[in-house]
């Protein structure tokens, strides 16, 4: 059974950094695309970022130049460092895990088969 755990979410000011850690179990995380989405209040949930199981990234364009996606495999842990963020980040955050790779679709949540719970990200003006 797979279990993905998100967790370092809180509430920054602007411009503040947050790391947001997914502690991954019951899967070989190397052969994975790992993905961070958010969703705000009211909001579709979004892609943010992905890393393919070979290492490349992707990540969506609001967020380019600030947050970093990075991986563990023999940790089986997936990372966001999220820096400058902003009121608009605002969001509960969540890691996903899909088999193989995304490519194209690695913003679209139905590429991905596992979820977290979430954490959330507070992010005060």
């Known amino acids: 059974q797979v279990h993905l755990v998100e967790s370092g979410g809180g509430s920054v000011q602007a411009g503040g950094s947050l790391r947001l850690s997914c502690a991954a179990s019951?899967?070989?995380?190397?052969?994975?695309?790992m993905g961070w989405f958010r969703q705000a209040p009211g909001k579709e949930r979004e892609g943010v970022a992905t890393i393919e199981p070979h290492g490349p990234t992707n990540y969506a364009e609001y967020v380019t130049g600030r947050f970093t996606i990075s991986k563990d495999n023999a940790a089986n842990t997936l990372y966001l460092q999220m820096n400058s963020l902003q009121p608009e980040d605002t969001a509960m955050y969540y890691c996903?895990?899909?088999?193989?790779?995304?490519?194209?679709?690695?913003?679209?949540?139905?590429?991905?088969?596992?979820w977290g719970q979430g954490t959330q990200v507070t992010v005060s003006s």
């Open positions: 019951g899967i070989t995380f190397k052969y994975y695309c």
């Open positions: 996903a895990a899909a088999l193989g790779t995304c490519g194209r679709s690695w913003s679209l949540a139905v590429t991905y088969r596992d």
